[in-house]
């Protein structure tokens, strides 16, 4: 398990330092930025987008576990398709090569950049950390989702020099799952900040295996009760308002950033009452929230997300369509029945 867990965390800084090698001042407006087609789109955005690093990303991660782990292909699945601008994105056999092609699309500076990022050996510093005495996993049992870059809209703007306030490049993520073909279960996961702490960055990784529950973390304080529950800036006002004697409602940016806050106990839920997320976006995070206890449910059927949802050209069938509700832990059991409790009151009232 743990040379698994090590190849999810090595894809996910490389993935990570090809989206911070967008960052410079020479390559403003320059990320060849694409709008996704209506089958590819999020609801939650009237134009959706994506950009040369959110591909170039996720072939990295991809090629990065299909190389350690050669009975994976065919089983990593992303949220990206791997063409852009008309040119399909691969990874050549040299850093040369790969600049050739990305610059095709982009400036030659840019392209350079984005190569040797793309072409790192990647050995993250964590990976001497890890436990060593993880159980066995059956990999050719395991299925891998990549979101490549969460919350593209805010990387977009943060590359550009035109974020807001409230969502800067520390929202991005690059969010990575392993779930049981078998099951559908989430089984391993990682969530890489890219960004944090002005580009140190920091990554969480979390086990959750039969008994086995895991999970590690870059200097993180786990805090107390928080009190708080996340929710899109989007979501029904009402929904907030039901919740707003006995919590403290606060909106975040990035759908990975949140299921990051919940998972180290920054909040105690997300709720998200709309379809909005897919199956990438909550894979990785989900195996962290239950190796800490707690769980991601379906917003309309309390339902754990399974994510061994069969191969399909149509994006919508790997959507959380029913939303969702993501709980810290539910160590504190009256709590997490207040919590749904009063989401399913809301629900009948309100939708
Ligand atoms: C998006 C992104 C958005 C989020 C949306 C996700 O993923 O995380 O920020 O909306 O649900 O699907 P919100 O910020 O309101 O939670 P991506 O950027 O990968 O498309
Ligand atoms: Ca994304
Ligand atoms: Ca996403």
């Not at 087609?37 to 009237?46: D, Q």
């Not at 990785?284 to 379906?298: E, N, Q, T, V, Y």
Request: negative net charge.
């Amino acid at each position: 398990m743990t040379e698994i867990l090590q190849a999810l965390i090595d894809a996910s800084e490389r993935a990570a330092l090809v989206a911070k090698s967008c960052c410079s001042d020479d390559c403003q407006d320059d990320l060849l930025i694409a709008e996704k087609c209506e089958g590819e789109a999020n609801a939650r955005f009237e134009k959706d987008y994506k950009t040369i690093a959110d591909v170039l990303a996720q072939e990295c991660a991809k090629t990065t576990l299909i190389s350690r782990f050669p009975e994976l292909s065919g089983h990593v699945r992303g949220e990206e398709c791997c063409e852009i601008g008309g040119k399909a994105i691969k990874l050549e056999s040299s850093v040369d090569e790969t600049a050739k092609l990305l610059s095709s699309l982009v400036q030659p500076n840019l392209a350079k950049r984005m190569a040797v990022a793309a072409h790192s050996d990647v050995k993250h510093q964590l990976c001497n950390r890890l436990p060593t005495d993880l159980p066995d996993v059956d990999v050719s049992d395991l299925g891998i989702w990549i979101d490549p870059i969460d919350a593209t809209a805010e990387f977009i703007a943060g590359v550009n020099g035109t974020a807001a306030s409230d969502g800067g490049l520390e929202c991005v993520t690059v969010l990575i799952g392993a779930y049981k073909r078998s099951t559908g279960e989430p089984v391993i996961g990682v969530i890489n900040q890219p960004f944090y702490d002005g580009g140190k960055g920091r990554l969480f990784w979390g086990i959750c295996y039969g008994d086995i529950k895991k999970w590690g973390e870059h200097n993180v304080e786990i805090p107390g009760s928080s009190g708080v529950i996340l929710m899109s800036a989007a979501e029904d006002p009402q929904l907030k308002k039901a919740y707003e004697d006995k919590f403290e409602i606060k909106s975040a940016a990035g759908a990975g950033n949140k299921l990051l806050k919940v998972a180290i106990g920054e909040a105690e839920a997300y709720i998200l009452s709309k379809g909005t997320t897919f199956l990438w976006d909550t894979c990785g995070p989900h195996a962290i929230i239950k190796a800490r206890g707690g769980d991601i449910l379906s917003f309309n059927t309390d339902q754990p997300i399974k994510y061994n949802i069969p191969h399909s050209d149509d994006t919508q069938q790997f959507c959380n369509s029913g939303g969702i509700l993501a709980c810290s832990h539910d160590n504190d059991q009256n709590e997490f029945k207040y919590i749904l409790n009063v989401k399913n009151v809301a629900k009948n009232q309100l939708f």
